[in-house]
């Protein structure tokens, strides 16, 4: 499955519109330890208009939450079903277990991923590139 870091909007439907004209699932992840700078919400809000705008996509979508459980917690009930979260020992083990509860997934680090950067406007053809 192709991942696809995504820093706004932009690059979440430029990724999703590729997935489309492919007709192949996605990965969309956050860059990493987004989730401290941008806030949860704020990535789930993008991912869900990306989503209404190209439906039929099979996505996986993924926050990274650093080494933050506190926000990582957050995240779960927000409505998020795949983290990253760094660290170690039990408080990583916690939210594990937390995120068991809701359904979701824990990740120690995120997936090999194509990073526009945080700068790039148009991605549409790079995103084209990777399917």
């Known amino acids: 499955m192709v991942a696809i870091i995504f820093h706004n909007l932009q690059q979440a439907e430029a990724a999703l519109a590729a ?10 992840l956050t860059a990493p330890g987004a989730g401290a700078y941008g806030g ?8 869900e208009a990306a989503r209404q705008r190209y439906p039929g996509v099979e996505l996986q979508t ?7 459980g506190a926000l990582a917690q957050m995240a779960l009930v927000l409505g998020w079903r795949c983290l990253v979260v760094r660290g170690k020992g039990s408080a990583r083990d916690k939210i594990s277990q937390i995120a068991e509860s809701y359904g979701a997934e824990v990740l120690s680090r995120p997936p090999k991923a194509f990073d526009p950067g945080a700068e790039a406007t148009d991605i549409t053809k790079q995103c084209q590139a990777l399917f």
């Open 62 to 68: 993924i926050l990274d939450c650093g080494d933050d």
């Open 40 to 47: 949860p919400g704020f990535y789930l809000a993008m991912v």
């Open 19 to 28: 997935a489309v004209a492919a007709d192949r699932p996605l990965t969309l």
